[in-house]
């Protein structure tokens, strides 16, 4: 393989406390330098000079639907969309047909990411078997197939027995637990934030105490087990305030946000566009703030996109009978500069943390760093650049997102993966 040099950018690498021009070899897929002045002879070079050199994003939440769903996304696509969005780490989740619940399933799943994807794939498998909530997956053995989490997503562990059984499981086999928060009983079949908005549309509401009550509760039992828990998306002011102070009480407990829930709030949803139906829905400006507040004070850890493609029959339907969820990963960033760094509540080693290096660190993979011998996973951005979001430029098999039409600021012009140039804007 060759070397790859990226010449005079501005390289962002907190886990180094690296923010200055360098340049950054690659050499046989893996970092070899990252100094200022590097020669290197019969490397290919890209001049990045007003641009940002960051490690490549890892996305802790992603659904691509393979196998069962592939008229919605596949390894394929889902994984050309992360790169375009310069992602080159994803945590597929596992609420596919059938669900990634056994080591069959997870061996299946591993040819076709071995076959098809054109980023790293890293597994998250059920903690039940068929995401049912009844009979956990046997962890032991999904560990040693190197799984990197286990998560029910798309629904939570009511018995809160076997919610403590998974988590004992968890550590005892070094294994993440992600929950999805939300007690069914309380969501009640709701479709948008419970307020005054979903009172004027006549629709059901999602209660915050449903997501809440169920993040007071993983963290209590994760205490009891011993263990880590992370909590998934979360999206409203008590959840930030409960795990803010868990963290303060010592609690091993972490939690992701994603992009819409930081830049969008309830009134998105009034004129009753699908693509703004999301679980957890948008919530109030108070619930904004407080995540954006979360966000800056290091309460909420990590970004991830909730990635959840869905095709047109299924979006542009009734609201109440459409699907929840919206794509992510080729607008993550650019929300992030746009909604976040631009209005100061990161700088680009804040967001280069909650988007590459603290995902990392919490799933335990050696991503998220421009580390002298790590795999060479690299983005390039124009943090300057404005574009639109426009469904005809989405690579993404569905176009379900909640950013379409606005304009972004920020573009990804290379995004290197192993020491290979996968996407560019050149190429
Ligand atoms: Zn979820």
Same mark, same amino acid.
């Given at each position: 393989?060759?070397?790859?040099?990226?010449?005079?950018?501005?390289?962002? @690498?907190?886990?180094?406390?690296?923010?200055?021009?360098?340049?950054?070899?690659?050499?046989?897929?893996?970092?070899?330098?990252?100094?200022?002045?590097?020669?290197?002879?019969?490397?290919?070079?890209?001049?990045?000079?007003?641009?940002?050199?960051?490690?490549?994003?890892?996305?802790?939440?992603?659904?691509?639907?393979?196998?069962?769903?592939?008229?919605?996304?596949?390894?394929?696509?889902?994984?050309?969309?992360?790169?375009?969005?310069?992602?080159?780490?994803?945590?597929?989740?596992?609420?596919?047909?059938?669900?990634?619940?056994?080591?069959?399933?997870?061996?299946?799943?591993?040819?076709?990411?071995?076959?098809?994807?054109?980023?790293?794939?890293?597994?998250?498998?059920?903690?039940?078997?068929?995401?049912? %909530?009844?009979?956990?997956?046997?962890?032991?053995?999904?560990?040693?197939?190197?799984?990197?989490?286990?998560?029910?997503?798309?629904?939570?562990?009511?018995?809160?027995?076997?919610?403590?059984?998974?988590?004992?499981?968890?550590?005892?086999?070094?294994?993440?637990?992600?929950?999805?928060?939300?007690?069914?009983?309380?969501?009640?079949?709701?479709?948008?934030?419970?307020?005054?908005?979903?009172?004027?549309?006549?629709?059901?509401?999602?209660?915050?105490?449903?997501?809440?009550?169920?993040?007071?509760? @993983?963290?209590?039992?994760?205490?009891?087990?011993?263990?880590?828990?992370? +909590?998934?998306?979360?999206?409203?002011?008590?959840?930030?305030?409960?795990?803010?102070?868990?963290?303060?009480?010592?609690?091993?407990?972490?939690? @992701?946000?994603?992009?819409?829930?930081?830049?969008?709030?309830?009134?998105?949803?009034?004129?009753?566009?699908?693509?703004?139906?999301?679980?957890?829905?948008?919530?109030?400006?108070?619930?904004?703030?407080?995540?954006?507040? %979360?966000?800056?004070?290091?309460? #909420?850890?990590? +970004?991830?996109?909730?990635?959840?493609?869905?095709?047109?029959?299924?979006?542009?339907?009734?609201?109440?009978?459409?699907?929840?969820?919206?794509?992510?990963?080729?607008?993550?960033?650019?929300?992030?500069?746009?909604?976040?760094?631009?209005?100061?509540?990161?700088?680009?080693?804040?967001?280069?943390?909650?988007?590459?290096?603290?995902?990392?660190?919490?799933?335990? +993979?050696?991503?998220?760093?421009?580390?002298?011998?790590?795999?060479?996973?690299?983005?390039?951005?124009?943090?300057? /650049?404005?574009? #639109?979001?426009?469904?005809?430029?989405?690579?993404? /098999?569905?176009?379900?997102?909640?950013?379409?039409?606005?304009?972004?600021? %920020?573009?990804?012009?290379?995004?290197?993966?192993?020491?290979?140039?996968?996407?560019?804007?050149?190429?």
């Amino acid at each position: 393989m060759g070397k790859l040099l990226i010449k005079n950018g501005r390289v962002v @690498d907190p886990a180094n406390k690296v923010d200055a021009v360098r340049d950054v070899l690659a050499e046989n897929g893996r970092i070899a330098g990252v100094a200022e002045n590097i020669r290197a002879n019969s490397a290919k070079v890209i001049d990045a000079a007003g641009k940002i050199v960051l490690p490549g994003l890892v996305d802790m939440h992603v659904h691509l639907r393979e196998p069962g769903r592939e008229d919605k996304e596949t390894v394929a696509s889902g994984t050309k969309a992360a790169l375009k969005g310069g992602v080159t780490s994803v945590l597929a989740m596992p609420n596919t047909t059938p669900s990634i619940d056994s080591a069959e399933n997870v061996s299946f799943l591993k040819e076709i990411i071995k076959s098809t994807a054109s980023a790293n794939v890293f597994i998250a498998a059920a903690i039940t078997k068929g995401r049912e %909530g009844k009979e956990l997956t046997d962890i032991a053995e999904l560990k040693k197939l190197g799984i990197a989490a286990i998560t029910d997503d798309g629904s939570s562990l009511d018995p809160d027995k076997l919610m403590l059984e998974a988590l004992k499981k968890a550590k005892a086999n070094g294994m993440l637990a992600i929950c999805h928060c939300e007690d069914k009983k309380l969501s009640n079949h709701g479709c948008v934030n419970s307020g005054i908005i979903s009172t004027r549309m006549g629709l059901k509401g999602i209660s915050r105490e449903s997501e809440y009550k169920r993040v007071e509760r @993983d963290i209590d039992l994760a205490a009891k087990a011993g263990s880590a828990v992370h +909590i998934a998306h979360i999206s409203c002011r008590e959840s930030v305030e409960m795990i803010r102070r868990a963290k303060k009480n010592g609690a091993k407990v972490t939690c @992701d946000v994603t992009p819409h829930h930081f830049s969008l709030t309830e009134e998105a949803v009034l004129g009753f566009d699908a693509n703004f139906k999301m679980n957890p829905p948008l919530r109030s400006k108070e619930d904004v703030s407080a995540i954006r507040e %979360g966000l800056r004070d290091g309460t #909420i850890d990590a +970004i991830a996109s909730d990635h959840a493609p869905h095709t047109e029959n299924e979006k542009e339907i009734e609201f109440e009978r459409a699907e929840f969820g919206v794509i992510g990963l080729e607008t993550e960033l650019a929300a992030a500069i746009t909604e976040l760094l631009d209005q100061g509540i990161l700088d680009w080693p804040g967001l280069v943390e909650k988007m590459a290096l603290n995902p990392a660190r919490i799933l335990g +993979i050696d991503k998220g760093t421009l580390s002298i011998g790590r795999d060479a996973d690299i983005v390039i951005v124009d943090p300057d /650049k404005a574009w #639109i979001v426009r469904r005809e430029g989405l690579v993404s /098999k569905s176009k379900n997102c909640a950013f379409l039409g606005r304009e972004l600021k %920020g573009a990804v012009e290379y995004t290197i993966c192993s020491g290979k140039v996968a996407y560019g804007i050149h190429s």
